[in-house]
């Protein structure tokens, strides 16, 4: 075993968290002025059983490990906090022969980033001001910081924000907060929060990163506009939150990539989507439990490489928790359809567009996104300890069009070159996608050490069927956390 190694599987025995779930250290409050540092590392080792390719295809079968090093510093006065961090991340033994038909899992793209099997890199994460003014409930943050849209308006009620963590955060812009190197964003933003309404607006430039070790560089040809109200539960309907919002992402990157069914190159990109949508999430106490819903909606107008854009998604989820019994069981199930594209021979573009999402939060087995899917599912998950939790999901997959792609991948991580950060397999006239069982469980050890694993099973149907041998994918991971 070479020393990358043997270093990344001893910290993985002394422990790291993957789902916010179990990363629930809580520091003591700082004086005025103190300086508090932060220190947070994470190690995971990753095992990939792809779906068997056809005579001469990649190696399916991939383990490798990785480790994460957050260092940051904050200082607060009055009405001003300053944050920084570094992030040093270091990979171990990603495979080499691990693509064709593509990406034969997630080691696949790290490697053909790097170049080779120990990608490394050390970057600035953040850095940011953040000015404060609490009668006005105004906050204003510039610099190089995180944002995930969704979650924007704070609602006071657990259960809901519970749901909104799950199900609506990062749909359309997050940190790819899974994937090692990550991303930030530089700019600007401004909230404003009320006791039953918030306002949020932000101007925003992603960094490279995701599966890019060049992580941390500006993503200087990619901008994004995001304006969002949030109506707290009581507002309009108790128990009940409410969020309009507004995107415009705007990309001219030199990257010839074109992620569609057209089966065209470019010289660079051209896309200008604009979303509009809604969500309404809700919690309803009940006699023995606690009922929750969700109703998520989004509609897209734009430019697509010079063809009309026009794309709509919606997802309807509802569940019941337990709250008086053993382990809280919590049981939910809905379904989501984003639009594909009909025809690529004519003048729209008709293909949901997942911007710059963190994808796995709705896709754990990370083999497909939100873009042309149908996902029905059932989920439950329980609480038997307070510092253990555990989830079992079932999804139903099929593509929403059979003219459109298979697509997979999270938004854009380099300026140039021929990755675009989404890229689709064909359907070959085919929709059923298969079926998903994955499980998961978080274990909170100490305050300061936490774990989690994952381990998942995809099933492929015809769509698989038609690009690969095999049909069978299992992806499984061991993750650990210190925090300091």
């Given at each position: 075993?070479?020393?990358?190694?043997?270093?990344?599987?001893?910290?993985?025995?002394?422990?790291?968290?993957?789902?916010?779930?179990?990363?629930?250290?809580?520091?003591?409050?700082?004086?005025?002025?103190?300086?508090?540092?932060?220190?947070?590392?994470?190690?995971?080792?990753?095992?990939?059983?792809?779906?068997?390719?056809?005579?001469?295809?990649?190696n399916?079968?991939s383990?490798?490990?990785?480790?994460?090093?957050?260092?940051g510093?904050?200082?607060?006065?009055?009405?001003?906090?300053?944050?920084?961090?570094l992030?040093?991340?270091?990979f171990?033994?990603?495979?080499?022969h691990?693509?064709?038909?593509?990406?034969?899992?997630?080691?696949?793209?790290?490697?053909?980033?790097?170049?080779r099997?120990?990608?490394?890199?050390?970057?600035?994460?953040?850095?940011?001001?953040?000015?404060?003014?609490?009668?006005?409930?105004?906050?204003?943050?510039?610099?190089?910081?995180?944002?995930?849209?969704?979650?924007?308006?704070?609602?006071?009620?657990?259960?809901i924000?519970?749901?909104?963590?799950?199900?609506?955060?990062?749909?359309?812009?997050?940190?790819?907060?899974?994937?090692?190197?990550?991303?930030?964003?530089?700019?600007a933003?401004?909230?404003v929060?009320?006791?039953?309404?918030?306002?949020?607006?932000?101007?925003?430039?992603?960094?490279?990163?995701?599966?890019?070790?060049?992580?941390?560089?500006?993503?200087?040809?990619?901008?994004v506009?995001?304006?969002?109200?949030?109506?707290?539960?009581?507002?309009?309907?108790r128990?009940?939150?409410?969020?309009?919002?507004?995107?415009?992402?705007a990309?001219?990157?030199?990257?010839?990539?074109?992620?569609?069914?057209?089966?065209?190159?470019?010289?660079?990109?051209d896309?200008?989507?604009?979303?509009?949508?809604?969500?309404?999430?809700?919690?309803?106490?009940?006699?023995?439990?606690?009922?929750?819903?969700?109703?998520?909606?989004?509609?897209?107008?734009?430019d697509?490489?010079?063809?009309?854009?026009?794309?709509?998604?919606?997802a309807?989820?509802?569940g019941?928790q337990?709250?008086?019994?053993f382990?809280?069981?919590?049981?939910?199930a809905?379904?989501?359809?984003?639009?594909?594209?009909?025809?690529?021979?004519?003048?729209?573009?008709?293909?949901?567009?997942?911007?710059?999402?963190?994808?796995?939060?709705?896709?754990?087995?990370?083999?497909?996104?939100?873009?042309n899917?149908?996902?029905?599912?059932?989920?439950?998950q329980?609480?038997?300890?307070?510092?253990?939790?555990a989830?079992?999901?079932?999804?139903g997959?099929?593509?929403?069009?059979?003219?459109?792609?298979?697509?997979?991948?999270?938004g854009?991580?380099?300026?140039s070159?021929?990755?675009?950060?989404?890229?689709?397999?064909?359907?070959?006239?085919?929709?059923?996608?298969?079926?998903?069982?994955?499980?998961?469980?978080?274990w909170?050890?100490?305050?300061?050490?936490?774990?989690?694993?994952?381990?998942?099973?995809?099933?492929?149907?015809?769509?698989?069927?038609?690009?690969?041998?095999?049909?069978?994918?299992?992806f499984?991971?061991?993750e650990?956390?210190?925090?300091?």
């Amino acid at each position: 075993m070479s020393r990358t190694y043997a270093l990344a599987f001893t910290v993985a025995l002394l422990g790291v968290p993957a789902d916010t779930a179990a990363q629930a250290t809580v520091a003591p409050q700082p004086a005025a002025s103190d300086v508090v540092w932060h220190v947070r590392n994470t190690t995971r080792a990753e095992s990939w059983r792809f779906f068997q390719p056809r005579l001469g295809g990649g190696n399916p079968d991939s383990t490798f490990v990785a480790n994460r090093l957050l260092v940051g510093a904050s200082v607060r006065r009055q009405r001003v906090e300053f944050g920084a961090s570094l992030q040093y991340v270091q990979f171990g033994g990603l495979p080499e022969h691990a693509s064709g038909p593509g990406p034969l899992g997630t080691g696949a793209l790290y490697y053909s980033a790097a170049g080779r099997s120990d990608s490394r890199q050390v970057y600035l994460k953040s850095l940011h001001l953040t000015l404060t003014h609490a009668p006005a409930g105004l906050r204003i943050q510039v610099g190089r910081f995180g944002f995930t849209a969704g979650g924007e308006s704070p609602s006071g009620d657990a259960k809901i924000e519970l749901v909104k963590r799950q199900r609506v955060d990062a749909r359309l812009l997050g940190e790819f907060e899974w994937s090692l190197y990550q991303r930030a964003f530089d700019g600007a933003r401004a909230d404003v929060d009320r006791k039953t309404w918030h306002a949020s607006g932000a101007l925003l430039r992603p960094t490279r990163g995701g599966f890019e070790e060049n992580a941390g560089a500006p993503l200087s040809d990619v901008l994004v506009a995001a304006a969002s109200v949030g109506l707290k539960p009581g507002a309009v309907i108790r128990r009940t939150d409410f969020q309009v919002f507004g995107y415009r992402y705007a990309d001219e990157r030199a990257v010839s990539a074109r992620p569609d069914n057209t089966g065209r190159g470019a010289s660079g990109v051209d896309v200008h989507i604009t979303s509009l949508g809604a969500t309404m999430v809700g919690a309803y106490p009940v006699r023995n439990g606690q009922i929750d819903t969700l109703v998520w909606a989004v509609w897209q107008d734009g430019d697509w490489y010079g063809q009309d854009h026009s794309a709509s998604a919606v997802a309807a989820e509802a569940g019941y928790q337990w709250t008086g019994v053993f382990a809280k069981p919590w049981i939910r199930a809905g379904v989501f359809r984003s639009s594909g594209d009909r025809d690529s021979a004519d003048a729209v573009h008709g293909t949901f567009f997942q911007m710059l999402p963190t994808g796995r939060k709705y896709s754990f087995s990370t083999a497909y996104n939100l873009m042309n899917s149908t996902d029905a599912f059932v989920q439950l998950q329980a609480r038997p300890h307070a510092r253990l939790g555990a989830r079992l999901d079932l999804h139903g997959l099929r593509l929403t069009r059979s003219t459109d792609l298979w697509y997979g991948g999270s938004g854009a991580t380099d300026s140039s070159g021929n990755v675009f950060g989404f890229a689709g397999r064909p359907a070959n006239g085919t929709r059923d996608l298969g079926w998903v069982l994955e499980g998961s469980a978080d274990w909170t050890v100490s305050p300061r050490l936490s774990m989690n694993a994952y381990l998942g099973r995809m099933s492929g149907g015809d769509v698989v069927g038609r690009l690969f041998q095999g049909r069978r994918l299992v992806f499984g991971y061991l993750e650990a956390s210190i925090s300091y």
